[in-house]
T-cell receptor, first 109, second 114 residues
């Protein structure tokens, strides 16, 4: 059965902390792994990863994929209250996107 | 204007009623998807469509039906709504060729079945 598992399910940190969110997967015919940020409403796209070991970076956020061990991490450095959200990991095969249950991040002032 | 729109944005209905959620897109994408989101369960796929004549069930299609009226329109129907269909529903689109692409999401429809 294809599945995506995220950990932790929730996380509370203080501004300035660094956090690491985890995503492991078992999906046949892997094509890509995607990270989304969901605040009040629709998920917004952060990163797409297709190759192992190549870090994607955008400001304080970065992500990397390990296709041998079947996982990805999303790092957020110097967290801000605006980073509070649910972070979703999804894996795409040829037909579908499989989503994890998300990590709810709460950044306190 | 938003690339992926959903109507209605919020809906309260009663058990047993038929309800339709509509999705339209201006991105020109071939592939469209319907998901539901429940707290702690992420996004679960209800139906997906690769073109007007290609519609497929997702992991939780029971109690739902869909219609792809045109490349840009994909509707989700609940034939006889029940309370455990209370959820946040998202429509999404993506390109569909040999390359890999992300999905684009509509703003969501919050459905409450009483």
């Amino acid at each position: 059965e294809d599945k995506v598992v995220q950990s932790p399910l929730s996380l509370v940190v203080h501004e300035g902390d660094t956090v690491t969110l985890n995503c492991s997967y078992e999906v046949t015919n892997f094509r890509s792994l995607l990270w989304y940020k969901q605040e009040k409403k629709a998920p917004t796209f952060l990163f797409m990863l297709t190759s192992s070991g190549i870090e994607k970076k955008s400001g304080r956020l970065s992500s990397i994929l390990d296709k041998k061990e079947l996982f990805s991490i999303l790092n957020i450095t110097a967290t801000q209250t605006g980073d509070s959200a649910i972070y979703l990991c999804a894996v795409n095969n040829f037909n579908k996107f499989y989503f994890g249950s998300g990590t709810k991040l709460n950044v306190k002032p | 204007d938003a690339d992926v729109t959903q109507t209605p944005r919020n809906r309260i209905t009663k058990t047993g009623k038929r309800i339709m959620l509509e999705c339209s897109q201006t991105k020109g994408h071939d592939r469209m998807y319907w998901y539901r989101q429940d707290p702690g369960l992420g996004l679960r796929l209800i139906y997906y469509s690769f073109d007007v004549k290609d519609i497929n069930k997702g992991e939780i299609s029971d109690g739902y039906s869909v219609s792809r009226q045109a490349q840009a329109k994909f509707s989700l129907s609940l034939e006889s709504a029940i309370p455990n269909q209370t959820a946040l529903y998202f429509c999404a689109t993506s390109r569909g060729d040999r390359e890999v692409y992300e999905q684009y999401f509509g703003p969501g429809t919050r459905l409450t079945v009483t």
